[in-house]
């Protein structure tokens, strides 16, 4: 069982940093045309909803957004479940020529971004494959960094970060927790 230990963002904090990462992503990317945004379930997909909606407003613009189950492409998959089942990436898109931005809760070892780009790659040859995350926590097992960030929180490996939104959660917050 974790124990709480600090609020590292609360809604505020976490919709000023979705401001700035949708700035981010529309300057790197010149605007938004050939821009699709994929959400990692679980917690990536509203995250990558409300980036959708900033641009919206800033652009008047729907950015493409899809979902990803990454589970099948997962390196720990038999730990997972011993009878995993492949299920087809919700894109309402093509993702080929396209610059597709996976977004994701936390970025931590940095195995569940690689399962999300083999997913993409899986079904499709984009221009560019760009991560977004809210929280980057440090520990990286693969050579893999956010290029939009919202929040840098050096963390031990004794510690862990749960972002808590709707619709899973009855607050907008990220926690840190002991183990």
Aim: hydrophobic letters at 45%.
């Amino acid at each position: 069982m974790s124990a709480f230990k600090a609020t590292i963002m609360d809604d505020m904090a976490i919709a000023r940093a979705l401001k700035r990462i949708s700035h981010e992503l529309l300057e790197k990317n010149n605007g938004c045309e050939n821009v699709c945004l994929v959400g990692i379930k679980r917690r990536g997909f509203p995250i990558a909803e409300q980036i959708a909606k900033n641009i919206l407003q800033i652009e008047n613009v729907s950015l493409p957004l899809g979902a990803l189950d990454i589970t099948f492409y997962r390196d720990d998959l038999d730990t997972v479940s011993s009878e995993p089942v492949a299920k087809t990436p919700e894109l309402p898109f093509d993702v080929n020529g396209k610059n597709i931005v996976l977004v994701d809760d936390v970025l931590y070892t940095g195995r569940t971004a690689r399962a999300a780009m083999d997913a993409i790659m899986s079904i499709g040859r984009p221009a560019s494959i760009q991560l977004a995350v809210l929280i980057d926590r440090g520990h990286r097992e693969l050579p893999i960094r956010g290029d939009f960030v919202g929040k840098n929180v050096p963390t031990s490996k004794l510690e862990r970060i749960s972002v808590k939104m709707p619709p899973f959660d009855e607050i907008t917050a990220v926690e840190l927790l002991t183990k």
